[in-house]
């Protein structure tokens, strides 16, 4: 499995990811939530299917962090109807995208199958943990489980370490040391 900081001896190997900044209002601390473009599920048939992730805190690791997205069968169904309907808003989401319509759906396919699979609930991409708490990608709210307010005060591209790797189809890492 290619993994960055074993093929750069230096480390460090840097990266444009997207991210969402949370600000705490009242102490005015800033925590980070990453993502990255080259986490995937490793399936049974061998191929790999891109890891949906979603804003979170983790109780385990204490911060925020990415979790993966678990989608409901019925948004993928739904999703799936949009591209079969040829819907003009869907179509023109993937034209801006740069991505083929019929490799979209064959991905779309794919998460179904995965997703009717899938037993155990979304994951810490980090730790692993189940103790995660979506959070809003925007506006104010309170943290989920110490009641600070906080604010979305930045979102876009930032260079980060990459971050590549692998998980099985219920989430766990298939490199345990390699978990960003
Ligand atoms: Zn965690």
New binding site residues.
Partial sequence: MPDKRQHDPAGDQQMGRGFVAYTFLESGRTELALYSAFLNYRLADDTLLWVLQDT?Y??????I?M?EKLPSLEDLAAELKLLDDHDTFTLEGLAFLERDPEEHRQELLRRIKWRGDRQSPA???????T??HSIPSRGEFDHPVTGQRLDVTDEGWIDAASWEAEFSPEGFPLDPTNIG
């Fill in positions: 979170i983790c109780a385990a690791c204490q911060r962090t979790g994951k810490c991409l980090h730790c692993s943990s103790e995660i």
